[in-house]
């Protein structure tokens, strides 16, 4: 089965970086899209960033647009999301998920990691 392990979140002040990760296996990675989205508490999940099989695709979301880096290591089955100039608003769950398309939607990526926590306070 699908497998989405999410890793790296952290306590981290405003201006902080942090690194995640997302160690996938139970399909072939090195043909799937990728994505990093995030739920802050009482709102709805959001897209924060998405990459395609070969990289050729790489979107992000307004908001992170600068600060925020997605990457995939096809020999390793992982994806990961360096994140600088952290501010308050990031605090959120931050989940990985693949899906067939690299795209800005959640309804295109089927299956989804546990997520792993980020909080951004001083």
């Known amino acids: 089965q699908v497998r989405l392990i999410e890793s790296g979140g952290g306590s981290v002040q405003p201006g902080g970086s942090l690194r995640l990760s997302c160690v996938a296996s139970?399909?072939?990675?090195?043909?799937?899209?990728m994505g990093w989205f995030r739920q802050a508490p009482g709102k709805e999940r959001e897209f924060v960033a998405s990459?395609?099989?070969?990289?050729?695709?790489?979107n992000y979301d307004d908001s992170v647009k600068g600060r925020f880096t997605i990457s995939r290591d096809n020999t390793k089955n992982t994806l990961t999301l360096q994140m600088s100039g952290l501010k308050l608003g990031d605090t959120a769950v931050y989940y990985c998920?693949?899906?067939?398309?690299?795209?800005?939607?959640?309804?295109?990526?089927?299956?989804w990691g546990q997520g792993t926590r980020v909080t951004v306070s001083s």
């Open positions: 139970g399909f072939h990675f090195g043909s799937a899209a």
């Open positions: 998920a693949t899906g067939k398309v690299a795209t800005t939607s959640l309804l295109d990526f089927d299956s």
């Open positions: 990459m395609s099989w070969g990289g050729g695709t790489i």
